[in-house]
Structure formats: structure tokens, C-alpha cells
């Protein structure tokens, strides 16, 4: 065994868990997690069985911790894992899969697959089995700060432009604000209104709020990459300067896997429950409607349905916040079969839209088929989304389509027609 | 008594003609060609009486009961007649030393030729004190009684497997006769008692031609175990149909159903009750309205329940208690073992850094 | 052997042999598996998972919107043979007569006409799972020697059973025998291959609906 695939080995060893132990046994081969995900369904191919993802990781299980395993092993009749087959997993664990989490919520034994795969992924890191874009992203986020290589003095002068925008001067490192605010680099270079959305609304509801230079970056490649140690670096970021700066709350941006990376992994990487809250900008603005802080002007007239990011709503649990607010903006929203919990991937999370390879983005263009069939389902223009990673994804599977849909961010429509 | 058997038969009223349709029966039902029922006639007529030992061990008396007791004299009864029968702690007057002495007398006169019977199984437990004749054990007394001997047959369920006094939990130690003696050939009629017809039948066998039965691999003749109880039950038509009696004094018991469910041990019990039937030809168990109890067939005390169908698990299965101990004490050492594998994994481990994601 | 002996065998020492191992290698297993343990969740829970494990061991049961059209055959068919084991196995007169026989409990079961068809459409149910198997790509795909042979290993019981009551193709007593043996072949695989869901479903669906309900989602 090579010295790479000892790390895996020994990787996969620490992570196997008695859940992951559950699971395994618990699968009946019965095949309907592949009817739940997209890469299935869009494809009709079977190798995108979502428990077939995991037959590397099954065999480590079976090989070291069960007796038929260990007694298989002993006489020789188990396939020990190969690095040939790690390259081969590759484009199953990281290209084919976003972390969604649809089949966790349709295995019938009640097999949580994602989250094998997110531990399968430690194991595949730690033997550099990752594709490029990702492995790149990670490098950026850990030695420069983000995933596309921003560096403050840029995001500075994003936010002091947003502070001109909207006549509202973005505090930064400010001790004693009530909320850190997270932004992800998507957010910072693609969609800055979501800024100046946010600075509105904070003014607007008399919430003190803090930018940290040290912590700006919200997304965790570690996370998607799938190494414990990376994720703890990038995520310890943000809990030094919320702990420096003494906050009540860390704000997650819309960015889906952000929100999971800080919310969710986070105490759980640093190995100590977090002293401050996290709360993700949706969860804030619902809590400001229910106060009747959070009034419209206006609403927006086109009929529209709604896209739920997985790590935030399936995954993340933020799941009453985001219809009660696209109601209060839109006077057409049309709810739609696949909903909250139930929704389709945009086919690009879980790191898979930094993978730039034609077949990576061939598939992803194939696998946006199931989102064209919605919005052309539900017969409407628009789409209302609220992570910036899924809506990049969806730009470019409407433009590979030639779809003139327009995809607009919750928090910015919110903004947008918010009471002066 | 003295002369041949014939004389004496007469005597008792039994005529020749008589005599010779039991042979030509005791044939036929011991599947020999029809001649050999008359070469038995003849040979049982004349036969010169060949001397019989009979030891009782481990036993109830049942099995001579079973022969000597019947109601009216009996052929079968009288087939004894023919032997000498030179040691029957029951049936003999002499009692004490004298009969010893009679016993051993008869086995030194006779070494070699003697036919032995044993009824009764052999207690090995306290070094055979179980059961003692004349201050020696049964086992002593087998041994020493075998050894002269042409033949044995053991009678009984006990003498031919051991039996009652061997049933869970055995606190004798019984042991059956082929257990102790491995160098002479055993002929075993079990049943609780044996059916008498077959004691004469191997008998007649015997005296006739000098040999033993065809014997099953049980070590009994197949000319009257070879077939089931429910082979020839008279009441197997309704087993067929699907007919049972639920309990004992139901519609289906009054129409003489099958008694299957009542816990029938006829599918697997070889005997000749089915055709050769009691006291006499009069009845036989399943004919009185009781399943067979499957007493010719080994340990048939300890086959379960006589009451429970035949379906139904012969006993609580015995590795209740002890299968989920030693499944728990084996998981939880796996465990252990997976744990420290797990943990000494993650302690190994070396945080990864970036330069670990080249590969 | 003849078929009697070989009855006796099997209520007799296969029985105890067939209990013996599921016995101990369902404990066995499950130690193995649960002894692993699972890291604590630090995370602060949006709410208190309280019994949602439970709710999953139960929801888990229904089919998801819209997948009930994508393979209807997995779930009709994946219904009527559980059930239908179920209903055979604890409302089958002879085999409630067994459990009265082991554990002294008791209750009325179903008139044999109707065991029968459950029988027939359990049977039916699982051919059409094995054509479902074979037809559909991912289950093909997934399929492996186990597959096939955990199938077998559960029809046969059922076919056996089947056989012995309707007094086919060969004598009761012999088909009674195949039918418990063919149950003691289940008994003894049970625990060593996929059909050890039957225990760990319960832990798995326990396990995704208590971590995620800590984030508030109902699964």
C-alpha cells in the first residue's frame, strides 16, 4: 500500500462512525436514492447511484470493522482500495455530487448518504484525489483568505463603495456591534447589491453590525473539499474576530455552504460550542418582518418561483423564513411540486461549480435540465434564490440554454422594495 | 417341558394347522418368501431348545409384561416354550445365589451359543451402583454375560437405546447395550414395551435359520421398522385431506380424524403397531383416539412435547440464553477492538495541510 | 436420512443450530456496529432533537412526494411483501401456534383462505421486485451476488410454505421440513448480509432524523 492510500486508510478509519456503520448495513441495494439525485435522473446513468458514490468507503468499513470483513481480508478475498480506483471515485464524490442531500431524505432504511459522502471526501483530500478548481479554491481560501484570492484592501473599497451607495458607512472591526457580518467573495464581486441590501436594511431596524478584516470571507473550501483540518483554519478565522470583537451574532450570507461551514461544522471543527450565535441573513430579515420592522414599498408584480439552496433549507434548516419572506415581497410567487426541503440542486454546490473541467461543466449543463423543466413548468419568468454559488451555477445553465429567466437574490429583492 | 414344540403346542390345544398359519404369518409379515413359513414350521417344531439368557437391568418389567402377560395364552407366549430359558430373574423360581449360580452355570455349559436378551438400559453413572445384581453391576454383568454369547437382542427401547432411565438429565448414566458391546451381533426391538409379534418374530428368525434379521441402521429388523406408524395408519386418508382433530374431544377426534396437531409422532416413528396392533389384534393407540407417542424410535422421551404437533420445534431451542451471551461478549470485543482501532487511527493521524491536497 | 429423520433434524437440532447463530449474530452485530460510537454535535441545535428520531423510524415508512411515480414497483411491490411476510408470519394459524408454542403468547389469526392469498401476493410481489431488479438500471447496476441470493433466501420460506399447505409436489412432511429448514437458512443469513436491516433500519432512520432535526429539519 502506498504511502497516500495509508493516509486514506487511516483517515477513513477515524471517520467511520457508528451512524456510517448503520447505514452501510441498513442498505438494501433497493436503488431509490438514484432516483432522488439529479446526476440519475438527468443522466440515466446508474454509476450516479448516490450509495454507489460510497463503495470505496463501504469496503474500508466492512475490511476493518466488521468480523466477515476482517476474516475476508485475512484469507484474501477483499479488494483492498486502490489509488486507481480513488482516481475513478473522484468524478463521483466531487463532480457528481453536491452535497444535496436528496437521497438522505428518500432512502427508505433511512441512510443519511450525505453525510458519508462528506466524510468520504476527508479521505479522498487526504490523498489529493480532488479535482483541480477545488483544490485551488482551498489553497486560496487557506493562504490568501477567500476562494477567489480577494484581499481586504478590495473588499474595503467594495464596502466603502456600498457605504456611498447607500449613505449607510459600513462599520469594520468595530468591537461591541451586535452582528459580525459574513460575506462570501461571490457576493463581493458578482452581486455587491446584496450589500448594499444588507447595510439598508441594518440601518433601517437599528441593528449595529461590524465587518472584520481579518474575517470577511463567509464560504469554507475545507468544507467542500472535505478536509477537517483545512475547514478548522478557515473556520477559526471567523470565530477569533467574533470573539475579538465581542459580538452577539455572526451573520451568514445567503451562500449556502457557508452557512452550513459556520453553523452547522463549525463547532464541531474547533471542538468547542461557539460563544456567540449564528444566524443566517434570512433567519434575521424573517425575524425583522415579524417585527414589522421589515415593510415593503412596493412588491414585485412578475409571477416567480423560488429556488432553495440545499445547505440552507434542506440541510440547514432554515426552512419557514424564506417562503414568509418571498411572500411578503412578490405578489405572484407560484410554490412549486419540489419545494423547501423537497427542491432540486441547482447542480453546482458542494464545491462542484469551482470544478472546471469540460465534463464537470458538460454535466452540470446537462443536469440544470431539471431546473429548466421547473421554470418552464411553472410557466414564469423569474426565479428568486438565496445563495450566491447557486445562482452563478443557474446564470450559467440558463445561458447554455438560452433561457431568458431572470434570476434575482432574496435579499436584494427585499432591498430592493424595502420602505424608504 | 420336554419334547418338541409341537407336542407341547398340542397340548395346550393349539393345532398343527394352527401353528403353521401363525408361521406362514410371522413370514409374511417379516416380507420371507411363503415357503420359509413352513421351513420355520418345521424347524420351530423340532427346533432343539437353544438356551436363553434374559437380563434385566435398568428396567420397568414392561417388556415381559408385554409377552408373558397377555389376557389368554398367546402363540407368542408359547414360542417360549421352545427355549430354555435358563435365567429370568422374574419369571425363574430359584432367587438368590442358587439363581446365580443357575446363570453362571448356564453360560459355561452354553459358552459360545448362548442367545442373550437384555431388557433395561446399563447404568454407568457412581461406577454402576445403580443398579446392582447380587452386589455386581449391570455393566460388569453384561460384560461377562456378552462375552459367551452367539447373539443379543436387546429388548426395550432401554436396552436398545438407552430409553426412559436415559432421558434429560440421565442421572444414571444409562447407557443401551450396543453402547458397551461392540463385538457381537445385536438385534434391538425397542419399543415401550415391544410389540410381542416382533420378540417371536426375531425369535423364530433366529431358530429357524440360524442367522439374525436384515436390520436397519438403527440395529432393527427391517422386516418390522421399515416402515412408518404413519405409513400404514389407518387414519392417513385424512391426513392427506387435510383433515385434523384439534383437541381430543372435538368434531374432528369423534370422526377420527388425523391426530397430527394432537402431536402424532407416527411421520417418524418406525414400529409395526400400525398392522400388528395389541392385545391381540384388538387395537392399538392411534386406533383408541391417542397419537403415537414415537416410543420405538431413540430418545423419543426428549423428541418434545407428546402433545405438540410435529411442526412445532421438539424442544425450546436450547441456545436461547447462551447464543445471546456469547453474541454480546464477542460484539463487545469486537467493539473494543474497533474502537482502539479508531482511536489509534486518529491519534496517528497528521493534521493535513495544503500541501497535502497535491497527491 | 429419510424425510422423517430429516424433519426431526430440523425442529430438533437445526432448529437449535438456526437459532444459535441468528441469535448470536444478531448480537453480535449489533455491538459491532453500535459500539462505534458517534461524535457529539457541538453545534447549538435549532431545537432539541427530542423524539424526531422516532417520527423518521415511522415517516421513513411512507413513500416522498413524486417517488412513488419514479419506481413504483420498488414501493407497491417493496409494501405488499413486507406486509405480507408480516401478515404470514404473525397471523398464519400454524405459525401463531409456533409463537403460542415458544413464548406462551396468543392470538386469533387469519382464516388459512386469506393467509393463502397474502401468500400468493407476497410471492407475486417479490417476482416482480426480481424483474424490478433486473429491468431498473440503478438496481441492476447495484445488484451483486448477495442481492440475488438474500431474495432467494427469503422466497424460498414463503414458496415452501406455500407448497407444504397446498400439499405440492411433494409429500407434507417432506415440504414441512424444506419449509422450516429454507426458515432456518433465513435465520442463519440474517445477520451477515443486507437482510440485517430489519434491526439497523431502526438505528439508521433513528440516527438522520435525530441529527437533523437538531437543524430543524423534519426528514
Not at chain 1, 249 to 260: D, F, I, K, Q, R
Request: charged share 20%.
Amino acid at each position: 500500500m502506498s504511502a497516500s492510500l495509508d493516509k486514506v486508510s487511516q483517515t477513513l478509519k477515524g471517520v467511520i462512525d457508528a451512524p456510517i456503520a448503520s447505514y452501510f448495513e441498513s442498505c438494501v441495494h433497493c436503488g431509490l436514492c438514484a432516483e432522488a439525485c439529479l446526476f440519475y435522473t438527468e443522466t440515466g446513468d446508474p454509476k450516479y447511484t448516490p450509495i454507489h458514490k460510497l463503495e470505496p468507503l463501504r469496503r474500508v468499513y466492512e475490511q476493518e470493522f466488521t468480523l466477515l470483513g476482517r476474516l475476508k481480508k485475512l484469507v484474501g478475498l477483499s479488494r483492498p482500495i486502490t489509488d486507481d480506483e480513488l482516481d475513478q471515485w473522484q468524478e463521483l464524490v466531487y463532480d457528481s455530487c453536491t452535497l444535496c442531500g436528496r437521497c438522505s431524505l428518500v432512502c427508505p432504511v433511512g441512510n443519511d448518504i450525505v453525510y458519508m459522502v462528506r466524510k468520504f471526501r476527508e479521505g479522498m483530500a487526504v490523498s489529493g484525489h480532488v479535482p483541480d478548481g477545488i483544490r485551488s479554491a482551498t489553497k486560496r481560501t487557506v493562504e490568501i483568505g477567500g476562494p477567489m484570492g480577494l484581499k481586504w484592501p478590495a473588499v474595503a473599497n467594495v464596502l466603502r463603495k456600498a457605504g456611498e451607495a447607500t449613505g449607510v458607512t459600513i462599520p469594520v472591526d468595530q468591537e461591541g456591534a451586535d452582528y459580525l457580518v459574513l460575506l462570501s467573495s461571490m457576493e463581493i464581486v458578482n452581486y455587491p447589491e446584496y450589500i448594499e441590501a444588507l447595510a439598508r436594511i441594518f440601518n433601517k431596524a437599528g441593528i449595529s453590525f461590524t465587518v472584520a478584516s481579518d474575517a470577511f470571507e463567509a464560504t469554507n473550501a475545507g468544507i467542500q473539499i472535505g478536509s477537517s483540518d483545512l475547514a478548522k483554519v478557515i473556520v477559526s478565522r471567523i470565530v477569533d474576530a467574533a470573539e475579538r470583537l465581542k459580538v452577539k451574532y455572526v451573520l451568514s450570507p445567503e451562500c449556502g455552504h457557508a452557512y452550513m461551514a459556520i453553523r452547522w461544522e463549525g463547532p464541531n471543527l474547533i471542538g468547542r460550542p461557539f460563544g456567540f450565535e449564528v444566524v443566517h441573513v434570512l433567519e434575521l430579515l424573517d425575524e425583522l418582518r415579524q417585527k414589522g420592522v421589515l415593510k415593503m414599498k412596493d412588491t414585485f408584480k412578475d409571477p416567480l418561483i423560488l429556488h432553495d439552496p440545499c445547505q440552507i433549507v434542506r440541510r440547514g434548516g432554515v426552512l419557514q423564513a424564506p417562503d414568509a419572506l418571498i411572500r411578503q415581497v412578490a405578489e405572484n410567487y407560484i410554490p412549486i411540486a419540489d419545494q423547501q426541503k423537497w427542491n432540486w440542486c441547482c447542480g453546482g454546490g458542494g464545491g462542484a461549480s469551482a470544478i472546471h473541467t469540460e465534463e464537470a461543466e458538460a454535466l452540470r449543463a446537462r443536469v440544470f435540465q431539471i431546473k429548466k423543466r421547473q421554470i418552464e413548468e411553472a410557466g414564469v419568468g423569474t426565479m428568486v434564490t438565496f445563495c450566491a454559488n447557486c445562482r452563478i451555477v443557474m446564470e450559467e445553465g440558463l445561458d447554455h440554454y438560452e433561457m431568458n429567466t431572470k434570476l434575482l437574490g432574496l435579499t436584494e429583492l427585499l432591498a430592493e422594495h424595502l420602505e424608504d | 417341558m420336554q419334547g418338541p414344540l409341537i407336542d407341547t403346542l398340542a397340548r395346550q390345544g393349539v393345532s398343527r394347522r394352527t401353528f403353521l398359519k401363525y408361521c406362514a404369518t410371522l413370514a409374511s409379515m417379516m416380507a420371507l418368501p411363503p415357503a420359509a413359513g413352513l421351513a420355520m414350521a418345521e424347524a420351530m417344531a423340532a427346533a432343539r431348545r437353544p438356551s436363553v439368557i434374559w437380563l434385566p437391568f435398568q428396567e420397568c418389567t414392561g417388556c415381559t409384561e408385554s409377552i408373558t402377560r397377555s389376557h389368554s395364552p398367546t402363540l407368542e407366549g408359547m414360542i417360549f416354550d421352545m427355549i430354555s430359558l435358563d435365567y429370568q430373574e422374574t419369571l425363574m423360581a430359584a432367587a438368590g445365589h442358587q439363581a446365580e449360580e443357575a446363570l453362571h452355570a448356564a453360560m459355561k455349559a452354553n459358552h459360545g451359543k448362548y442367545l442373550l436378551i437384555v431388557d433395561g438400559s446399563i447404568p454407568l453413572g457412581q461406577d454402576g451402583a445403580y443398579s446392582c445384581i447380587g452386589g455386581r453391576s449391570n455393566l460388569e454383568i453384561l460384560k461377562e454375560a456378552a462375552q459367551g454369547a452367539a447373539a443379543i437382542i436387546a429388548v426395550g427401547t432401554c436396552a436398545a437405546y438407552g430409553g426412559i432411565p436415559k432421558a434429560r438429565p440421565n442421572p444414571t448414566g444409562a447407557v443401551s447395550v450396543s453402547d458397551i458391546v461392540k463385538d457381537k451381533p445385536i438385534v434391538n426391538i425397542p419399543g415401550c414395551p415391544p410389540v410381542p409379534v416382533v420378540m417371536t418374530g426375531v425369535l423364530a428368525h433366529y431358530l429357524t435359520f440360524g442367522s439374525l434379521p436384515d436390520l436397519d441402521d438403527k440395529g432393527r429388523p427391517r422386516a418390522f421398522f421399515g416402515e412408518t406408524i404413519h405409513d400404514r395408519c389407518y387414519r392417513r386418508p385424512f391426513y392427506d385431506q387435510g383433515k385434523f382433530a384439534k383437541t381430543f374431544d372435538d368434531k374432528g377426534a369423534r370422526r377420527g380424524w388425523c391426530l397430527f396437531e394432537l402431536g402424532c409422532k407416527g411421520p417418524v416413528t418406525h414400529n409395526a403397531c400400525a398392522t400388528a396392533k395389541w392385545n391381540g389384534g384388538t387395537s392399538w393407540p392411534v386406533e383408541s383416539g391417542h397419537g403415537c407417542l414415537g416410543c420405538s424410535e431413540p430418545d423419543f422421551w426428549d423428541a418434545g412435547d407428546f402433545y405438540k404437533a410435529l411442526s412445532m420445534p421438539a424442544h425450546p431451542p436450547t441456545s436461547v440464553v447462551a447464543a445471546p451471551v456469547a453474541g454480546a461478549t464477542a460484539g463487545a470485543a469486537a467493539g473494543f477492538a474497533n474502537r482502539a482501532k479508531k482511536n489509534a487511527a486518529r491519534k496517528a493521524r497528521q493534521p493535513i495541510t495544503v500541501a497535502d491536497l497535491e497527491k | 436420512m429419510n424425510e422423517l429423520q430429516f424433519l426431526t433434524w430440523v425442529r430438533g437440532p437445526g432448529l437449535d443450530i438456526a437459532v444459535g447463530i441468528f441469535l448470536l449474530g444478531t448480537v453480535w452485530r449489533l455491538f459491532e456496529i453500535y459500539t462505534l460510537g458517534r461524535g457529539k454535535d457541538l453545534a447549538a441545535p435549532r431545537r432539541a432533537a427530542g423524539a424526531s428520531g422516532l417520527h423518521t423510524v415511522f415517516r421513513r415508512s411512507l413513500p416522498p412526494p413524486g417517488m412513488l411515480k419514479r419506481s413504483p414497483v420498488s414501493y407497491i411491490g417493496g409494501y405488499i411483501f413486507h406486509i405480507g411476510l408480516a401478515v404470514i408470519v404473525f397471523l398464519g394459524a400454524p405459525h401463531i401456534m409456533l409463537i403460542a408454542n415458544l413464548t406462551g403468547l396468543s392470538w386469533p389469526g387469519l382464516p388459512a383462505q386469506i393467509i393463502g392469498l397474502a401468500t400468493v401476493m407476497t410471492m407475486a410481489a417479490m417476482l416482480a421486485m426480481l424483474v424490478d431488479r433486473i429491468n431498473k438500471p440503478a438496481k441492476r447496476f447495484l445488484s451483486t451476488f448477495e442481492d440475488w441470493f438474500t431474495w432467494a433466501v427469503t422466497f424460498l420460506p414463503v414458496l415452501t410454505g406455500w407448497m407444504a399447505v397446498q400439499h405440492l409436489l411433494l409429500p407434507y412432511t417432506t415440504m414441512l421440513a424444506l419449509h422450516i429448514l429454507s426458515v432456518e437458512i433465513l435465520l442463519i443469513v440474517l445477520p451477515f448480509t443486507k437482510l440485517f436491516h430489519v434491526f439497523t433500519l431502526f438505528g439508521s432512520r433513528w440516527y438522520n432524523g435525530s441529527a437533523n432535526a437538531r437543524k430543524g429539519v423534519p426528514v
